[in-house]
Every structure is written in C-alpha cells, then in structure tokens.
C-alpha cells in the first residue's frame, strides 16, 4: 500500500504524447504501491478517456490515494468525463 495518502493532479493539452501518458501512470502506480497488472488495466482505459475529452481544450487528469484506494478521474473543464476507484494491492 502506499505509505501515505497523496494526491497528483496534472492538465493535459490536446494531443499529449501517449508515451508520456503511459510513463505517468506507471509511475503514479508504483508511488501507490498498486500492482503491474492494475497498472496494466487502467493504462488504456485512461487513454480512452481522455481521447474522449473534447479536443479544443484541456483536460485534468487526477490520481488520489487514500484509504487503500486509488482514485483515478479525468474531466475537461467542469465536466467528469471518466472516473474509477481501485484497491490498492
């Protein structure tokens, strides 16, 4: 589990690098302790959802661990485009 709550939020411009995208996740994975084949599963279903973020604008992606769990969520503007909680292993 990680040993502290911590929460990570970044805003992404259109058309943000995929590879950096999936370098972001899995470090902000292994910071929560979560394991590779959770990191495995929310990878592309955090790509999806931000390719589901209208395209002229930014987007937010926010990651929050606490309590054992790890909060995922992207929204554009105020608007919650995708969001999903994990267990922390």
């Known amino acids: 589990?990680?040993?502290?709550?911590?929460?990570?939020?970044?805003e992404l411009p259109p058309g943000a690098?995929?590879?950096?995208?999936?370098?972001?996740?899995a470090r902000v994975?292994?910071?929560a302790s979560c394991s590779p084949a959770s990191t495995a599963e929310l990878t592309p279903?955090?790509?999806?959802?931000?390719a589901q973020a209208p395209?002229?604008?930014?987007c937010e992606l926010r990651f929050e661990a606490h309590d054992h769990t790890l909060d995922v969520?992207?929204?554009?503007?105020?608007v919650a485009v995708w969001q999903v909680s994990r267990p922390i292993d």
Do not use: Y
């Open 1 to 10: 589990m990680s040993a502290k709550p911590f929460l990570f939020t970044i």
């Open 17 to 25: 690098s995929a590879a950096m995208l999936r370098d972001l996740v």
């Open 29 to 31: 994975c292994a910071a």
């Open 45 to 50: 279903q955090i790509e999806a959802a931000i």
């Open 55 to 58: 395209a002229n604008g930014h």
């Open 73 to 78: 969520s992207v929204r554009a503007g105020a």
